[in-house]
């Protein structure tokens, strides 16, 4: 009888945080589109999962070590380690899913204390609607906390002078195979390639 009544409670649980989570999500979104029209700027929100495969999990992988400093061996963050990654970006946690583009860049090692990475990344999106289109995210990543927040600089074609945030979680981890899917979903607002022209000012 106890365990039942334990099941139900995890069960309960489980599906408070999933309805707190979407409607967050919602409720996230408004407020960003919101904020985008009293600005003048079109808004996109971008929902993907990370391929991440890093080398020494097998074959393919799409993580590197690049470079370390004299205390990564030892230190319990890896401080100093510089990797170079060239992940997929697809629709669904699959990695068999629909690839929409890919993300490029370097992460380091950069908390003594925490897993906390310095991030350069540039989402390059190869289908739909961006397609040919970057987006630039530079920031800190505290790579055990739940949920993280990353600014959106920059970016390029559709996205010029755009600027936002990502929101991102770690969907799964295999310490096996070193084989990662980080979920993000990127908050953006941007000018638009079609709304700029030489020598006129967008109000």
Not at 61 to 76: F, G, L, Q
Not at 103 to 129: H, K, P, W
Not at 168 to 187: F, G
Request: with cysteine.
């Amino acid at each position: 009888m106890g365990k039942i009544i334990i099941n139900v409670t995890m069960l309960v649980i489980s599906f408070l945080f999933v309805v707190a989570r979407a409607t967050r999500d919602v409720e996230e979104e408004a407020w960003f589109k919101n904020a985008c029209t009293q600005r003048n700027e079109e808004a996109a929100v971008i929902h993907f999962y990370v391929q991440d495969l890093r080398a020494g999990g097998g074959p393919n992988a799409t993580v590197y070590v690049v470079a370390e400093s004299s205390i990564s061996a030892t230190s319990p963050t890896d401080f100093g380690e510089i990797h170079v990654c060239d992940d997929l970006l697809t629709t669904q946690p699959d990695p068999n899913s629909e690839v929409i583009g890919k993300v490029q860049g370097i992460t380091i090692s950069a908390d003594f204390r925490v897993s906390g990475e310095g991030m350069y990344l540039n989402f390059y999106f190869t289908a739909g609607d961006y397609n040919g289109s970057t987006l630039t995210m530079l920031g800190r990543n505290q790579v055990m906390n739940e949920e993280r927040e990353m600014p959106i600089v920059g970016g390029t074609g559709v996205f010029r002078l755009a600027r936002g945030y990502a929101l991102s979680s770690t969907y799964s981890y295999d310490v096996e195979t070193r084989y990662a899917v980080m979920e993000y979903t990127l908050y953006v607002s941007y000018l638009g390639k079609s709304n700029v022209r030489r020598g006129i000012d967008v109000v």
